[in-house]
């Protein structure tokens, strides 16, 4: 059994409407440089994307859209990256996850991935964290850490609010939201400096 | 007559949302390694699903097992199946309900000589990846992972997406819910050229 085509289309309007409408926000509430004249440029970051931590609410066609896109966005501005998800890590490969609150093991998927991310040559990690998921996953914080890896030291940390008009299915429209999650990311980077 | 009331309702429901009350599908199927053939021995299926117990429902479990080696039988592929929660590692979990590393490596590695006495060439670990209830809604995630068992690697992956409208309880429809993730990991396989 499945979903009908009907019911589909009235979703479709639905969310389509409310986009249009602008009911859609994804914000910077918080953006800190702790490094002042810290710039990517010409640097490879090793990128932990732990959105997929809830990939049932993100959805996994957003989030693997949002992964390649910032791939590519960062490569533009001259900004290697090597991705690390985390169900790709072996912290990851077995962990269940219900709605409950949890913490992502970030310290364990680090060390997992310590071969690896010394092999790409990482000078800095950005961390994307899903800090908070709302249960109908309309509201998402997504905290964002930029780490100098030689310094062990932090560069930079954003916090982003995310309101969304999801109505059934968050790949729905994950074309679009793939770039909703992204481009204020982008954004804020050059705001800072991060990148030219 | 409760039953009847019970029915009504459903399809009134049903009718008014224009909706199923339940579906499942598969979201991603890697590509088999060649010359694997899960007809080689027999299989032993390393369910994890009683960990979201809770969310599954006890008779859906139970329905889902069963169906499984059934349909595997049907396609001349000997089963057994051992649950997480009636082994040493799944007993003394503590099962809260939250996100949790779960021991799947330990559970295999302490089942080693029963997978030699039951000439097992492959294990098919079921994993619930993700369970969640939005309202009455309980939605899951589930990866179902083909492993030579001598070599430990991983041949074939196969992930679904389901979700079921609870509308009285956990437990309801268990053959049919559990009718619907089977069929579909068997039409998959089937695909694959894996049955």
């Not at chain 1, 509430?29 to 609410?57: C, H, P, Q, T």
């Amino acid at each position: 059994m499945s979903i009908p085509g009907k019911c589909l289309c009235r979703i479709a309007v639905v969310a389509a409407l409310a986009l249009l409408a602008g009911c859609a926000s994804h914000t910077f509430e918080k953006s800190i440089k702790s490094v002042a004249d810290a710039n990517l440029k010409g640097s490879r970051v090793e990128v932990y994307m732990l959105l997929d931590f809830r990939e049932s609410s993100y959805g996994p066609d957003t989030l693997a859209l949002f992964e390649t896109r910032l791939g590519s966005r960062l490569a533009a501005a001259n900004v290697a990256t090597e991705m690390t998800a985390f169900r790709d890590t072996s912290v990851g490969h077995y962990f269940s996850i219900t709605d409950t609150n949890a913490i992502v093991p970030v310290e364990r998927v680090v060390r997992s991935n310590a071969a690896r991310m010394k092999a790409f040559g990482a000078q800095y990690s950005l961390f994307i964290l899903p800090t908070m998921t709302s249960g109908d996953s309309n509201h998402f914080t997504v905290t964002w850490v930029l780490g100098d890896n030689s310094h062990n030291a932090k560069v930079w940390e954003g916090v982003s609010q995310i309101n969304t008009d999801y109505i059934w299915s968050t790949d729905y429209r994950s074309d679009t939201y793939a770039d909703f999650l992204l481009d204020p990311f982008m954004a804020e980077l050059k705001k800072q400096k991060l990148i030219d | 007559m409760y039953r009847i009331c019970r029915i009504v309702l459903m399809a009134g429901l049903m009718a008014l949302a224009g909706c199923a009350v339940a579906s499942n599908s598969v979201v991603k199927s890697s590509r088999p390694d060649a010359g694997v053939s899960v007809r080689e021995g027999s299989l032993y299926v390393y369910t994890f699903l009683d960990l979201r117990e809770a969310y599954f429902g006890a008779d859906m479990l139970t329905a889902l097992n069963r169906q499984l080696v059934e349909k595997l039988a049907a396609g001349g592929v000997k089963t057994k199946v051992l649950t997480f929660m009636s082994t040493d590692a799944g007993r003394y979990f503590p099962n809260t309900g939250a996100s949790a590393d779960v021991p799947v490596e330990k559970v295999i590695a302490g089942n080693r000589a029963e997978e030699t006495v039951a000439d097992a060439r492959y294990r098919l670990v079921v994993f619930p990846l993700t369970t969640r209830m939005i309202g009455a809604w309980f939605i899951y995630d589930l990866r179902w992972e083909l492993i030579d068992g001598k070599t430990d690697h991983v041949v074939w992956t196969v992930k679904t997406h389901g979700r079921h409208l609870a509308l009285w309880s956990r437990n309801e429809m268990p053959d049919d819910r559990a009718a619907l993730i089977v069929d579909d990991f068997i039409a998959e396989m089937k695909k694959s050229g894996l049955l």
